[in-house]
């Protein structure tokens, strides 16, 4: 609509995680239950942060001081439990010492049930009060989950534990912390992925097509080879931060079922995903995969694994005997934290299905639709727009005594180039809604800024028919309502 710079601000395959525990904002009230960040990382074992308690009874309607100490952590939540019965909901409410660095939540519909960090900032202590409500049980106990950094967190470290004055000594321990899964076991690759199958035995997506993983640094390769009942995955490309593909029933980001290999250093790490919207990736289990293995050499990232075609059961695994868009993306990472990629990814044209025939394919990184949509736009307000007022500012005494079709030369091409802007510019606006089927929600101020841009172009030609004679007294009014509306349009069409 306006820039054309900006067309593919609405349609961005979205591979952004933001700060620290995903949510620096502190935000965390989808995590209140189990307590553990939507990291993919496993939490370390051994905490090195402590809780302390003002007391070790209480009664209902007693203030508690609990204080969480330890090196610099950046984000935290913060519950009291049953200790009894610690998979249960919160119980109680707090109440803030330092509004400043922590904040309250509501968790399981218990207002206040819960504290969490406001920023990213690094802090060493926290200090709230409990509020012992009427109905407390006998026996309380503290959990928190501190996040140092984001591949470096902590699950339910717990308190001592308070009770009651007249309650019976808490005798039974459960652990705070759910047993973890087995890791899924990794191995590291020898050599490069080879393109030489593509279209034989593998299903091969190449950016750019054609392109050789085993020669170009550049090359971003994916590849699925079908072995009975899995698929063995290969993905490789620049190794600056993260590769990452998705299968999709359409052309937009939601609901998707995503896969990431993320340089940390001296490692990758391979990680599902999926989206719940247009924001950051939820990590997921890697217990779905197998044969997990990677490769950093000279700037190249490699990556592989292999999946059973269906998962009945597991949540987000799509079964790969469907035909999907697929995605593929590149961007930068530090520290296990990935950040939006800097170019939109390639899509590919139509859906395929993976474990169908093998297949030599490439994508587009923009839609035929937004790339004539923005060249319809560079046309109207780079080149005719221009022309046009060139030729009303410099060429009306170099052609006053031209005329024709009964008007002066000059203001018939004036209005010709002006005239094309317009119904430029009005088939430009309706290229996105085609494509999207819609209004676009997330794509920022530009399709705003488009629709204004597209109501002064079609505002400007009516009011010209309007124009009053030379010599009427409304003519001054006219010249300037004239250059404001095409001024106006021209610098919005420019944002």
């Not at 339910?156 to 808490?170: T, V």
């Not at 931060?241 to 079922?257: C, E, I, P």
């Not at 289990?285 to 999946?307: I, K, N, T």
Request: net charge positive; proline share 7%.
């Amino acid at each position: 609509m306006a820039a054309p710079g900006f067309t593919h601000g609405a349609f961005v395959f979205l591979l952004c995680i933001n700060s620290v525990a995903n949510y620096p904002s502190g935000k965390v009230t989808q995590s209140c239950h189990g307590m553990i960040p939507e990291h993919g990382h496993r939490p370390q074992a051994d905490p090195v942060h402590h809780i302390t308690v003002s007391q070790v009874t209480f009664r209902p309607g007693d203030q508690v001081e609990v204080t969480l100490s330890g090196p610099p952590f950046k984000g935290f939540l913060l519950e009291a439990r049953n200790a009894e019965d610690l998979s249960g909901v919160p119980v109680g409410s707090f109440t803030l010492i330092d509004s400043q660095v922590s904040q309250l939540l509501t968790c399981e519909d218990i207002q206040g049930s819960a504290v969490s960090h406001t920023s990213s900032s690094k802090k060493t202590e926290i200090k709230v009060y409990w509020n012992a409500p009427s109905s407390a049980p006998n026996h309380i106990q503290f959990l928190v989950t501190v996040v140092e950094k984001y591949k470096i967190y902590w699950v339910k470290i717990p308190s001592q534990i308070i009770s009651q004055p007249d309650a019976l000594p808490f005798t039974t321990l459960k652990a705070t912390v759910s047993p973890l899964s087995t890791p899924t076991p990794v191995s590291r690759l020898t050599k490069p992925f080879s393109a030489s199958d593509c279209g034989n035995k593998k299903f091969c997506i190449r950016s750019p097509l054609s392109c050789d993983p085993e020669k170009e640094q550049a090359c971003v390769f994916l590849s699925f080879t079908k072995h009975d009942h899995s698929v063995m995955v290969e993905m490789s490309g620049p190794g600056e931060g993260y590769l990452s593909f998705a299968f999709s029933h359409d052309r937009w980001m939601g609901k998707d079922d995503a896969y990431l290999c993320i340089n940390e250093g001296q490692t990758v790490h391979v990680q599902p995903a999926h989206f719940s919207g247009r924001s950051h990736p939820v990590m997921d289990s890697r217990d779905p995969l197998e044969a997990v293995a990677w490769r950093l050499v000279d700037g190249v990232m490699q990556c592989s694994f292999r999946r059973n075609i269906t998962l009945p059961g597991v949540k987000n695994r799509f079964d790969l005997n469907t035909s999907y868009y697929i995605f593929l993306a590149d961007g930068s990472a530090n520290d296990g934290q990935i950040y939006k990629h800097s170019q939109q990814p390639l899509i590919t044209y139509e859906k395929h299905n993976v474990t169908d025939y093998p297949k030599n394919i490439g994508g587009s990184r923009s839609s035929l639709l937004l790339k004539v949509h923005g060249a319809l736009m560079l046309v109207a307000w780079m080149t005719t727009v221009s022309l046009g007022v060139l030729i009303a500012r410099f060429f009306r005494s170099v052609w006053s005594k031209a005329f024709f079709l009964g008007e002066a030369a000059w203001f018939q091409v004036h209005r010709l180039l002006m005239l094309t802007t317009s119904v430029l510019t009005c088939i430009a606006f309706i290229m996105p809604f085609i494509y999207r089927g819609g209004w676009s929600w997330h794509a920022g101020y530009h399709p705003y800024l488009g629709c204004i841009v597209t109501t002064l172009a079609v505002l400007q030609p009516l009011l010209a028919a309007f124009r009053p004679p030379l010599h009427d007294p409304r003519r001054q009014i006219f010249n300037w309502t004239h250059w404001s509306v095409g001024t106006a349009a021209r610098i919005i069409a420019g944002k």
